[in-house]
Every structure is written in C-alpha cells, then in structure tokens.
C-alpha cells in the first residue's frame, strides 16, 4: 500500500505543476497508465491464514466501518478547508502514507491499529481548533501517516480472524465512504472545518 501514498504525493505534484485542471487531468492518466504499466507484472504477497489470531472480527469490522465514515469527511474536505496551502500540503501526506505501512507493520499490530486511529483523530481535529499553518500541516501529515497503515493494520489482522475477511472489510469501509460526505453536508453550512469535528469524533469510536 506504500504506492498509493507514492502516488498521492505524485498527483500532488502534478497538480502543482500546472494551473489548468485539464492539463493536470491529461498529465494524471498519462502517469497512471504508466505507472499500470509497470505494476501488471506484479504479483500480492500471500496473506496470514484465517483463523489463527485472537480477538473479535465483529468488532473489528464496526471499528474498520467507523474508519472509512471519519477518514472519508476528512480525505474529502480537508484540502478544502486548508485554502490555498492545501495543494502543496497534500504531497506531504502521500509521503507520509508511503512510509507508514513499513512503520507499523513493525509494531503489535493490535496496539499500532488503536494508536493510528488515535493520531488521525488528532490530526482530523486539528484544522477544527487552529488555522495556523503548522497545525495545517501536521493535520495533512497525520492523516496521510495513519490512513494507509490503518488498512494495512485492519487487513491483516482481519486475515487471521475471518476466512472472508477482506471482502467484508473492505465492503463496509466502501460503503461508509459514500456515507460519510452525505452525513457532513448538513454541517457544511458556514465553513468545510465545521464537518472535521465529526470525522474526529467516528474516528475516536472506531479506536475504542
């Protein structure tokens, strides 16, 4: 998963590279279809087998659910609420996703899941209470440093718990992704920081 946050910085700096949305369109796909080029080849690395881990995979899954309601508000509006500091910001946090995964993986995997999800409350939170451009990019770099390595986190320890756990992990954070916009809209009346509050407070839930 350290690609996606690669390729978050990439797109970040694509955008940057170029004013017009056009250009940056076009310059997108061009990176993509080379970059799917190079990527075909490659194969998955095998996952732990199921049934093997302790713990609840019901709580897991509401807790992964939760995630993809908070992380989405915060993946949707925060380049919006951070003004024109946003762009370059958002490279900033496709290099902290594409170091996280390897950071966590490394620690109780049960432990770093609760932690990660603690830190991108935090950093969710954060464009709520300060406008201060360092609280700007410390929200960025928080939120890019936990999103990924909290999937990577989930998954793996889904693995170990359910037989199907991917593919209902990965259904119910899906899904909470369209529904998580659509429950911040009504906040959004004066100001896109008005919904972090919220994404903040699904995101503490899913930790505890």
Do not use: C, K
Not at 165 to 174: D, F, I, P
Request: glycine share 12%.
């Amino acid at each position: 998963m350290s690609g996606v946050g690669a390729g978050i910085a990439l797109s970040g700096v694509l955008v940057l590279l170029d004013d017009h949305w056009q250009a940056s369109w076009w310059l997108a796909a061009v990176a993509s279809a080379l970059l799917t080029a190079i990527a075909w080849p490659l194969r998955p690395v095998p996952r732990p087998r199921a049934g093997t881990g302790r713990g609840s995979f019901a709580g897991l899954f509401v807790g992964y659910t939760l995630e993809g309601v908070g992380y989405i508000v915060a993946g949707t509006f925060l380049v919006a609420a951070a003004g024109p500091l946003g762009s370059t910001a958002w490279v900033l946090t496709g290099l902290a996703a594409a170091a996280s995964p390897f950071l966590l993986t490394r620690l109780d995997q049960r432990r770093a899941l609760v932690g990660a999800l603690l830190l991108q409350a935090a950093g969710i939170a954060l464009p709520a209470v300060s406008t201060a451009p360092v609280a700007t990019i410390v929200a960025f770099v928080l939120f890019g440093a936990t999103f990924l390595g909290i999937a990577t986190t989930a998954l793996n320890l889904g693995a170990t718990r359910h037989p199907n756990a991917a593919a209902l992990l990965t259904a119910g954070y899906s899904a909470d992704q369209v529904a998580g916009p659509l429950l911040a809209t009504p906040l959004l009346s004066h100001d896109y920081r008005a919904a972090m509050p919220f994404g903040a407070a699904t995101v503490l839930a899913a930790a505890v």
